[in-house]
């Protein structure tokens, strides 16, 4: 399955940004999906996953409840919803398909067989 995802840019601290990822696949809708970031220097971390109905959710603490995932099936669309941006929050953030229809209960990269290119999010104080 191909990602490209879309909706990065610079916002300031407490605002909301809403990242969306386009998939070309047929198969979009079989697949968990999820969101990873990476800021620079470090590694790339786990950031909410979503199970392929929808149903099941997993978030990293640092996002819980301020972040939300989602996904259109019929418009092969998954979309993070990101509230009360905090500059800790700043990195470039990739979609990517998992390998099987429900995400873990903690997601790792091993997880995620495709990804997209990143969207940076830049969140200023």
């Known amino acids: 399955v191909q990602l490209q995802a879309s909706g990065g840019g610079l916002v300031q601290a407490g605002g909301s940004l809403r990242l969306s990822c386009a998939s070309s696949?047929?198969?979009?809708?079989?697949?968990?999906m999820g969101w990873f970031r990476q800021a620079p220097g470090k590694e790339r971390e786990f950031v909410a996953a979503?199970?392929?109905?929808?149903?099941?959710?997993r978030y990293a603490d640092s996002v819980k409840g301020r972040f939300t995932i989602s996904r259109d099936n019929a418009e092969n669309t998954l979309y993070l919803q990101m509230n009360s941006l905090k500059p800790e929050d700043t990195a470039d953030y990739y979609c990517?398909?998992?390998?099987?229809?429900?995400?873990?209960?903690?997601?790792?990269?091993?997880?995620?067989?495709?990804w997209g290119q990143g969207t940076q999010v830049t969140v200023s104080s």
């Open positions: 990517a398909a998992a390998r099987y229809g429900t995400p873990p209960l903690t997601p790792k990269i091993a997880d995620f067989g495709s």
């Open positions: 696949g047929r198969t979009f809708s079989v697949y968990a």
């Open positions: 979503i199970s392929w109905k929808g149903g099941i959710t």
